[in-house]
């Protein structure tokens, strides 16, 4: 945004000067005097004049209209931002309360309490295959199906888990919660590259195999997974939003499953002929706010009519 045009835009906001302007945001003259200088505004104080300009009517400018326009998206995003650590918190603690209840207390120390040896970045690996197998790559089979978008984006979210999980095991919460917080803030594709998500998809299982055959130290390897993740949530549409909301349903679902004989190969996984997790999307993109309690209750209202 240009000088001249900040000039305009604050007297059509009922400010009689640039100064009296800058005083109301909290700058001092000496910025304004650089902006002049410079014949540039900083892109906050733009970010300032596009919430101002809800209430009151601007001039025909293209410049501003322009600018608006470009920090409408950002702007949305910023504000869900400052949710972020909070959401996060919830399901680092969500997470951290599945393993003790599956896996007993002290799971961090790599086994479970049928002293049976936990691997998060075999199961990282693991669910990384999953997630291709929902894409068509194979050059000898459904050459022209379309990717199972939805099934990609609940498989990314069972990589989530297995990631927090394998966070909680090298940190905990608070600084797990600081790890991840700045990689939160991303707009999620709408046009998806396939084979760029395939292949954004592999690399986390090249981080899981080197930090398993020790040639990548594991601290520097959890921050190599976090920013690989978000990218593979990026290029796959999968905004932070949705990716939270997808964790609570899939967190409880598991739950569930604990709970109805999951272990024991007691539980019914398909119901009337769908696989659980399509039903427990289907009952999310039903609810506006997302709660554990109610969603568990859904669920088992309808697992208790098969």
């Known amino acids: 945004m240009l000088y001249e045009d900040l000039k305009i835009v604050t007297k059509s906001l009922g400010f009689l000067t640039i100064e009296d302007f800058a005083k109301y945001i909290g700058v001092t003259p000496k910025d304004v005097l650089a902006w002049e200088e410079n014949d540039e505004v900083p892109y906050t104080i733009s970010l300032i004049i596009h919430l101002l300009k809800g209430e009151k009517s601007l001039p025909n400018n293209s410049t501003l209209?322009?600018?608006?326009?470009?920090?409408?998206?950002?702007?949305?995003?910023?504000?869900?931002?400052?949710?972020?650590?909070?959401?996060?918190?919830?399901?680092?603690?969500?997470?951290?309360?599945l393993n003790d209840s599956t896996n007993g207390k002290n799971w961090e120390l790599g086994v479970n309490k049928f002293d049976k040896e936990i691997n998060w970045l075999r199961c990282i690996h693991?669910?990384?295959?999953?997630?291709?197998?929902?894409?068509?790559?194979?050059?000898?089979?459904?050459?022209?199906?379309?990717?199972?978008?939805?099934?990609?984006?609940?498989?990314?979210?069972?990589?989530?888990?297995?990631?927090?999980?394998?966070?909680?095991?090298?940190?905990?919460?608070?600084?797990?919660?600081?790890?991840?917080?700045?990689?939160?803030?991303?707009?999620?594709?709408?046009?998806?590259?396939?084979?760029?998500?395939?292949?954004?998809?592999?690399?986390?299982?090249?981080?899981?195999?080197?930090?398993?055959?020790?040639?990548?130290?594991?601290?520097?390897?959890?921050?190599?997974?976090?920013?690989?993740?978000?990218?593979?949530c990026k290029i796959s549409g999968l905004s932070f939003t949705w990716l939270q909301k997808l964790y609570i349903g899939k967190n409880c679902l598991n739950k569930f499953r604990q709970d109805n004989g999951y272990k024991e190969g007691t539980y019914k996984k398909i119901w009337d002929g769908k696989e659980d997790n399509v039903i427990m999307v289907d009952i999310l993109d039903s609810m506006e706010n997302v709660s554990f309690e109610e969603l568990y209750g859904k669920l088992k209202e309808v697992y208790e009519k098969l």
């Open 126 to 232: 693991m669910e990384v295959a999953e997630l291709i197998d929902s894409t068509p790559w194979k050059h000898w089979k459904n050459i022209n199906s379309a990717p199972d978008m939805n099934n990609i984006h609940v498989e990314l979210v069972d990589i989530w888990h297995f990631l927090m999980s394998y966070i909680l095991q090298e940190t905990n919460v608070p600084k797990a919660v600081s790890l991840v917080n700045t990689h939160c803030i991303y707009e999620a594709n709408e046009d998806i590259d396939v084979k760029a998500m395939v292949k954004e998809a592999e690399k986390l299982s090249y981080i899981s195999l080197a930090i398993q055959t020790n040639n990548m130290p594991s601290f520097s390897g959890i921050e190599r997974f976090i920013d690989q993740f978000f990218r593979c």
């Open 65 to 97: 209209d322009n600018l608006v326009e470009e920090c409408l998206p950002l702007a949305t995003l910023l504000e869900e931002a400052s949710s972020f650590p909070h959401k996060l918190e919830e399901m680092f603690l969500l997470q951290k309360e």
